[in-house]
């Protein structure tokens, strides 16, 4: 979904939801994002 996130070594095997954090295998959501910026790793 868009302004979706996919946590490291995440395995996705449905949709994602717009605006919200996935981790795991198999992924699942784990938090709601607020709109907005958006951070990568490299701009920490």
Do not use: F, K, W
Request: charged share 20%; aromatic share 0%.
């Amino acid at each position: 979904g868009e302004g979706a996130m996919v946590g490291a070594g995440s395995v996705v095997i449905h949709d994602v939801p717009a605006n919200t954090l996935v981790v795991g295998n198999p992924a699942e959501v784990v938090r709601l994002l607020e709109g907005g910026s958006r951070q990568t790793g490299s701009e920490r």
